[in-house]
């Protein structure tokens, strides 16, 4: 990289989840400098995959030019579902949430 496009920075903090978005705000709290760098897209409400079919076109695979928000990793003994998108792992859990019949919460 030359030195005009270099430039320097106190923290980066990688991926905008639940882990990134609180240490970038802890950080700029207490006066650092903090980029945070995510490699998805923002995604507003409505957006979110509805269907099976609609969540299969969803998934990160670049080679295959898919740049959704569904990222699966595997490991030796374990499997994960990570989001690729601002807010990271909250995204998934957005869509699976369920509110609660409005009786439950009365006493």
Known sequence: MSEAR???ME???IG?????AVVAYRLSQHGH???????????APGEFPRSPA???KNFWNP?????G????WSFAQKDF????????GSLIYANVLMRPPIEWMSY
């Open 6 to 8: 270099r430039q320097e």
């Open 11 to 13: 923290v980066a903090v």
């Open 16 to 20: 905008s989840g639940f882990g990134g």
């Open 33 to 43: 400098e903090v980029h945070v760098f995510e490699r998805g897209q923002a995604y």
């Open 54 to 56: 609609d969540m299969a």
């Open 63 to 67: 080679k295959d030019q898919l740049y």
């Open 69 to 72: 928000m569904y990222d699966f």
């Open 81 to 88: 579902l990570v989001a690729s998108g601002l807010g990271g």
